[in-house]
């Protein structure tokens, strides 16, 4: 499901935002900075404080997640659901992938929210239907971030 495409981007860029559902039934969206590719099917992030999203995961585990590389103007978004999952109970294969990308943070995550994924999907900006190139992209939105 994940391409080797869609895992790239993701592990260059940690930071996915999750969408849940509140208890009344509205869409929450949370960013979340440690995320992992577990599996082509499986990826998680660790719960550091997130109270509302673990709240919402629990009582419904339907999410979607966003990944944005701002220089390619690409995106990877995924749909499944989301489990939580203590650290106490968390298996040594996930708790190993969080030591081999997080290790600095482990200590601060109570958990870990894991999501099975039903759904993936490479999103590219419409400046690549005009022509444009990745290459192009990435400059012109490099020199873009150095003149903030």
Known sequence: MLTDEMQ???RTHT??????VR???SAA???????????????????????????????????????????TRKAVRVCG???????????H???????EYWADFLQHMTG?????????ELILSPAYDHGATE???TAANKAKMANL
Do not use: Y
């Open 8 to 10: 790239s981007l993701i």
């Open 29 to 71: 969206v949370s960013p979340k900075a440690t995320f992992v590719v577990v599996d082509e099917r499986t990826i998680a992030c660790g719960n550091i404080r997130s109270p509302g999203t673990v709240a919402n995961l629990r009582r419904n585990p339907a999410c979607e997640i966003c990944f944005l590389d701002p220089l």
């Open 93 to 99: 294969e996930l708790t190993g992938v969080f030591e």
């Open 112 to 120: 870990f929210m894991v999501f099975d994924l039903t759904s993936a």
């Open 23 to 25: 208890a009344e039934g």
């Open 81 to 91: 659901n989301g489990t939580v999952i203590s650290k106490a109970v968390a298996s």
């Open 15 to 20: 930071a996915g935002f999750v969408a849940t």
């Open 135 to 137: 290459q192009e992209l």
